[in-house]
């Protein structure tokens, strides 16, 4: 039966990096089922990288994290549940005190 469960079951795995003095970022996303984490081979072929122009690191996370759950959309619509796995403060944050904060004000 976990297994099942774990079939809908999507990880996403984000990280950016910028140059402000080059104004150039580079995101990189992965995304996998739980159920395959432990058995996929040649995971990093499955690794997608984009490039945005951008100067602001938080942009640039959260741009990936946009991109992937896009991808994931297309890609995984039998997935029902997503486990997103990332450094991106601002991201984490909507969780937490920040999402209140949105949602009383309608997100403005």
Not at 19 to 34: D, H, N, R, T, Y
Not at 56 to 63: A, N, P, R, V
Not at 102 to 107: C, D, M, P, R, S
Request: net charge positive.
């Amino acid at each position: 039966m976990q297994n099942n469960a774990q079939q809908n079951i999507l990880c996403i795995f984000t990280d950016a990096a910028t140059s402000p003095q080059k104004e150039i970022a580079v995101g990189a996303f992965l995304c996998i089922k739980k159920i395959d984490i432990n058995t996929s081979s040649n995971i990093s072929k499955n690794i997608s990288y984009n490039e945005y122009k951008s100067k602001k690191s938080t942009w640039s996370e959260i741009k990936t994290i946009i991109n992937a759950l896009k991808y994931t959309k297309k890609t995984y619509p039998e997935c029902t549940t997503i486990h997103l796995y990332t450094d991106c403060q601002s991201a984490c944050d909507l969780l937490g005190d920040r999402k209140h904060k949105l949602l009383k004000n309608n997100f403005k």
